[in-house]
Structures are given as structure tokens and as C-alpha cells.
């Protein structure tokens, strides 16, 4: 089966950098993407990630290493609108499309 | 395009009626998936079609859900007979592989 691990909550202030760290265990892994999910609405894509590395799509980032199984999405200079839960989504090609992770709450304070 | 449009927004059943929901997806787009989300269990996939043929309906969680895909432009995901632990909100959401698009969900609540 497949599990990822991410973590429940972070707070940051705006202007602030913030981390959002995932982890994850599939057999057949294809690539790790990331939701951003405001109160009430539905999850828009973010990025994407299959091979190793760091990319970028302006103030928001994407890192993934296979090896260590582990991905993150770096988020620059935070603003108010960016208070969303995000989610961290693998995908594996024994398993189907993608899995999602339970979400972490960002909520960004003045 | 509109994106992918879900009906109904919202739907209150009793329990024990059917339910359908509907899901027009991007046109053009190959892959199209049904999730459903709740507080306790998160976004969990239910099933999805490749060029309208269910690939993987593992997720489904009993016999009452089924879903169709007839044609490029229309899916229903039917819940025959609803029970209250159904309520969830309902996305569709088509793609072309990577990203996805989703809908703005079905709230359904069955009392």
C-alpha cells in the first residue's frame, strides 16, 4: 500500500518562510504533486515533482529526493490568502493515481 | 472552458435513497477521478477512468457506490441505498496527467 506523513499544522508570520515536509512509503513511485485547499473549496494544483530536485513557480517551491523518499513545498514571502491546508499527493503506477496525505494546516498571522 | 463542473452543490437525502451525482470534466482531458473527503478520513480516491474505462475502483467502499462514465464529457458516481456515514463532500476532478483539476464538490449530507 502506500502512506505519507505530513505534518498536521504549521503557523508562520507573513513575510515569513514556511516548509511543509512529506514523506512517503509506495512501491512503483511516479511522482509527488501538492494541493493547496482553501475552508470550503476544492484542492488546485500547485507543482509537481518525479525526478529529484528543487522547482520553482514563484513564491512557492517543490523539492523532491527518491532516495529518501521525502518531498517538501517551500513557500516565500507569505501572505494572508496563503492560510490553506496543503496536501502532498503520490502517485504510483501499481496503485493507481493519486494518494493523498491528511493535509497540513497553514495558518499565516499578521 | 468552465472547468469541471459538478452537480448538484449540495444534496440532503434520507437515508436508504438514491443518489447520483454528476461531473462534467475538461474537455480534452484523459483521466478523470472521483474523491471523497470528510474530516475523519481526509481525500480519499474512489475510483477513476482512463479514456472513459474505470481503471481502479479499489477505493469504492461497498457494493451501494457505483459509477459510469458513458462518454468523454459526462460521469455520475450513484450511492443506491445512501447511508448517514456517505456524507462527504464528493470531488471530480479530470486530468491531463499531471495536474488536476477538480470541481467545486458535492456536499451531500444524508440524515
Known amino acids: 500500500g502506500q502512506s505519507l506523513e505530513q505534518p498536521s499544522e504549521v503557523t508562520a508570520v507573513e513575510g515569513a518562510i514556511v516548509q511543509i515536509n512529506c514523506t512517503y512509503q509506495?512501491?512503483?513511485?511516479?511522482?509527488l504533486s501538492w494541493y493547496q485547499q482553501h475552508d470550503g473549496g476544492a484542492p488546485t494544483f500547485l507543482s509537481y515533482n518525479a525526478l529529484d530536485g528543487l522547482e520553482e513557480t514563484g513564491r512557492f517551491s517543490s523539492f523532491l529526493s527518491r532516495s529518501d523518499s521525502y518531498g517538501y513545498l517551500l513557500l516565500q514571502e507569505l501572505q494572508m490568502k496563503d492560510s490553506a491546508s496543503y496536501f502532498c499527493a503520490v502517485d504510483a503506477i501499481d496503485a493507481g493515481k493519486s494518494t493523498f496525505g491528511d493535509g497540513t494546516t497553514l495558518t499565516v498571522k499578521p | 472552458d468552465a472547468g469541471v463542473i459538478q452537480s448538484p452543490r449540495h444534496e440532503v437525502t434520507e437515508m436508504g435513497q438514491e443518489v447520483t451525482l454528476r461531473c462534467k470534466p475538461i474537455s480534452g482531458h484523459d483521466y478523470l477521478f472521483w474523491y471523497r473527503q470528510t474530516m475523519m478520513r481526509g481525500l480519499e480516491l474512489l475510483i477513476y477512468?482512463?479514456?472513459?474505462?474505470?481503471?481502479?475502483d479499489s477505493g469504492m467502499p461497498e457494493d451501494r457506490f457505483s459509477a459510469k462514465m458513458p462518454n468523454a464529457s459526462f460521469s455520475t458516481l450513484k450511492i443506491q441505498p445512501s447511508e448517514p456515514r456517505d456524507s462527504a463532500v464528493y470531488f471530480c476532478?479530470?486530468?491531463?496527467?499531471?495536474?488536476?483539476?477538480f470541481g467545486q464538490g458535492t456536499r451531500l449530507t444524508v440524515v
Open positions: 476532478a479530470s486530468s491531463l496527467y499531471p495536474e488536476a483539476f
Open positions: 509506495t512501491s512503483g513511485f511516479y511522482g
Open positions: 477512468f482512463n479514456n472513459n474505462v474505470p481503471i481502479d
